[in-house]
Every structure is written in structure tokens, then in C-alpha cells.
């Protein structure tokens, strides 16, 4: 079985503005990188528009339907989120790309797979758009995999910023339990530790709030001492990754310090996770990342791990910061996980 990649050109018809760092560059970077140093063992597909049904289990109808009355045209949906004429479109295939991919999975018709899609979605809420997103991929996809038998399903969202409409889509559920990795206090705001779910939820969101500056050592203690043991508790059936590359130290938006081997050591850990839990089932989906060079190296890296052919380690030397942003996040979550992990 292949690692399945979702990659297209007509993703790099969203413009969303001169200057604007969510660029057509990022994606045709990574396709460079992967042309001039192809990886045995994958493939790459080609994405189709997600359907109205599928966005719905997502969205208001008032949402989906302002996006998709804004094709062939341009606007202006928040300060940061633009469209220009083909966004509806790219914003379709992205969800597509994304529910397509996840479906591969679970259908074991993929090893694994990474949809390297534009626009992003982990800010996108139910009934808006938001920080550089128009539909939640990740959380459409999820939903997908619900449809398609996944009792329940890990979203570990490693993105430099907090996935604030992930986190409200399923906030209030067990089914979808969402871990978030994150620089704060930072945009959007969101991410607190002590935003642990709601009602019957409580638990099953779980925030690490990172101040800037951390390391792939940091983010290896975050990843062995809170997302694993969390995760493997949760046993998911399917494992679902909002893959940000804006922490690393080459980016011009976000603030930490990981590298190409940090992103490489987060894909390896998700890997062995999903081997153990769900027969190998796991899905990267592209959320942010700035610095063209950085995107395009550190997707590579993390391609190569999913198609067998590297795994790194995180390396050791946690700093006292990412150990109290644990510790904050451990007490918030109280013994809804410790008889478990
Ligand atoms: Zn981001």
C-alpha cells in the first residue's frame, strides 16, 4: 500500500492578496520539492469538490452558501481572509481533498496520506470564515470519518496558532477529542488550558499552551507527555493531523524554533501511534506555514516518514517553560485521563 498525497496546481488559485503570506508560492514550493526529489511509495491524487452534504455536517448553510455565492468573484470575509475568483473553488477541492483522503484510509485503500491543500481551515468556524480559512478541512474530514465507522477519531492539530474552530465544532463531544499544540497568548486568542471541552466533553479538548521560542525538544515532551498517553487512551480508529509548519524557526509569523527533524519526529510519534491503535490509519492535512523553503523541506521530511522510508526521534532537553505548560494542562484536565494514562 502507497502513501497517498492530495496535490494539485488549481489549489494555487486562491489568491488571497498582494503580499499575503497564505500564498499560491506555498504549495507550488512543496510540489517543487517533491518533483525534484521524488519519494518512492507515493501517489498523488487528484482532488474533487466536496459535496454540500459534507460541508454541512460542518457548517451553517448561511456559511457555505455566502462562500459559494462569492465564486468568480472577489471579497473580503475578515481583516486577514480574502477571496479572490477561484477561492470558492480551491476552498472545495481543499474539504474534498480532505474527506478523500481520510476515506482512503479507513477504507485501507492508503497506507496513510497527506492533503497538501489551500486555503488552510483549523480557524474556520461553523458559521464563519476566519483567519486565513473559508471551510475546517480537518473538522469535515472528521465528520467524514464518522459517517464512515469511526467511533472515535484523535485531531492533534500542531499548527503554530490555536485551531479555535476545530475546537468548537467538536468541543462539546467525546466522539472527536481534539489536541492542540500552540504559541500563546497568541492569535487567535483561544487555547487556554483550561478550555478542556464542555458538558459532556470536558476532557476531550486538550490544550498545551506554549510560550514562543520552543524547541523539537519541547515539543517532544509535549508529544510523550500529554498528546500520547491521551491518545492512546482515547484509542481513536482513525488519527487526523492539522499540520501547521509556522513553528518553525525559519517563519516569518510564527515565534518557536523547530526544525525539519522536529516535524519529521511529530509525523514518526503519530505514525507508531496510529500502528498501535488503528492498523496505521493516519491522515496530515496542510494547515499553515510561511516560509516557502521551510514549508517545502519540512513536508518532504514528514512524506518521507509517512512512506517508511525515515523516522526521527525528538531529541531530549525540554525546557523548564514547555514543562510548566504541561503541568498547567495536566491539572487542567484533572483525573478526566489519569486513571487511564
Ligand atoms: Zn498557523
Not at 242 to 252: C, E, I, K, L, T
Not at 307 to 318: L, T
Amino acid at each position: 500500500m502507497t502513501t497517498r498525497l492530495w496535490c494539485d496546481s488549481r489549489f494555487e488559485l486562491h489568491v488571497a492578496g498582494p503580499m499575503h503570506p497564505e500564498s499560491p508560492g506555498r504549495l507550488a514550493a512543496i510540489r517543487s520539492v517533491l518533483d525534484r526529489a521524488p519519494i518512492a511509495g507515493t501517489t498523488v491524487e487528484v482532488p474533487r469538490h466536496a459535496t454540500r452534504e459534507e460541508l454541512l455536517a460542518v457548517h451553517r448553510e448561511a456559511h457555505v452558501d455566502h462562500v459559494l455565492s462569492l465564486q468568480g468573484r472577489s471579497a473580503q470575509l475578515d481583516p486577514d481572509t480574502a477571496m479572490s475568483p477561484g477561492s470558492a473553488d480551491a476552498a472545495l477541492l481543499a474539504a474534498g481533498a480532505a474527506v478523500d483522503a481520510t476515506v482512503a484510509v479507513l477504507e485501507g485503500r492508503a497506507a496513510n496520506a497527506f492533503a497538501l491543500v489551500r486555503p488552510p481551515g483549523h480557524h474556520a468556524e461553523a458559521d464563519q470564515a476566519m483567519g486565513f480559512c473559508l471551510f475546517n478541512n480537518v473538522a469535515v474530514a472528521a465528520e467524514a470519518a464518522r459517517r464512515h465507522g469511526a467511533e472515535r477519531v484523535l485531531v492533534l492539530d500542531w499548527d503554530v496558532h490555536h485551531g479555535n474552530g476545530t475546537q468548537h465544532v467538536f468541543e462539546a463531544r467525546r466522539d472527536v477529542l481534539f489536541c492542540s499544540s500552540h504559541q500563546f497568548p497568541y492569535y487567535p486568542g483561544t487555547g487556554a488550558p483550561d478550555e478542556t471541552g464542555v458538558g459532556e466533553g470536558t476532557g476531550y479538548t486538550v490544550n498545551v499552551a506554549l510560550p514562543g521560542g520552543r524547541t523539537d525538544a519541547d515539543y517532544g515532551a509535549v508529544f510523550h507527555d500529554v498528546f500520547l498517553p491521551i491518545a492512546r487512551a482515547h484509542r481513536p480508529d482513525v488519527v487526523l493531523v492539522s499540520a501547521g509548519f509556522d513553528p518553525h524557526r525559519a517563519d516569518p509569523i510564527g515565534g518557536m524554533n523547530v526544525t525539519e527533524r522536529g516535524f519529521a519526529a511529530m509525523t514518526s510519534v503519530m505514525k507508531q501511534l496510529a500502528d498501535e491503535v488503528c492498523r496505521g490509519r493516519l491522515v496530515l492535512l496542510l494547515e499553515g506555514g510561511y516560509d516557502l523553503d521551510a514549508l517545502g523541506q519540512s513536508v518532504h521530511a514528514c512524506v518521507e516518514v509517512l512512506a517508511g522510508r525515515r523516522r526521527d526521534e525528538f531529541p531530549d532537553g525540554a525546557s523548564p517553560e514547555a514543562r510548566a505548560a504541561i503541568a498547567a494542562t495536566r491539572a487542567a484536565l484533572g483525573n478526566v485521563w489519569s486513571a487511564r494514562t
